[in-house]
Nanobody, 124 residues
């Protein structure tokens, strides 16, 4: 059983920052994943990949809409992935989900392991 627990969401004004965390536990340690990623889904919109990072941090991927503003990182000692979000915009408002075992080059959630999500709301 894989457990993913997100935290760090909240409400900020445009231009502000938030840092999301995703802690992996359970059998996540034994899943032969290569990439963990953050996705988001706004009301009435499709889920979209935001940022992904390969195990060991050797490569990361970003959606065009967040490049230069968001940074994904990981702490392997804590099995935790972070998403630092700066210069937030109202269009970043969404539920953010962490996912394990993702094809980060295509955003395909191969392992279908998801956290419960954390809400990010950006006001103008």
């Amino acid at each position: 059983q894989v457990q993913l627990a997100e935290s760090g969401g909240g409400s900020v004004q445009a231009g502000g920052s938030l840092r999301l965390s995703c802690a992996a536990s359970g059998s996540a340690y034994t899943v032969g994943y290569n990439c963990m990623a953050w996705f988001r889904q706004a009301p009435g919109k499709a889920r979209e990949g935001v940022a992904g990072i390969y195990r060991g941090g050797r490569r990361s991927y970003y959606a065009d809409s967040v490049k230069g503003r968001f940074t994904i990182s990981q702490d392997n000692t804590k099995n935790t992935v972070y998403l630092q979000m700066n210069s937030l915009k109202p269009e970043d408002t969404a539920m953010y989900y962490c996912a394990l075992d993702v094809r980060c080059d295509t955003w395909y959630p191969r392992g279908n392991y998801w956290g419960q999500g954390t809400q990010v709301t950006v006001s103008s």
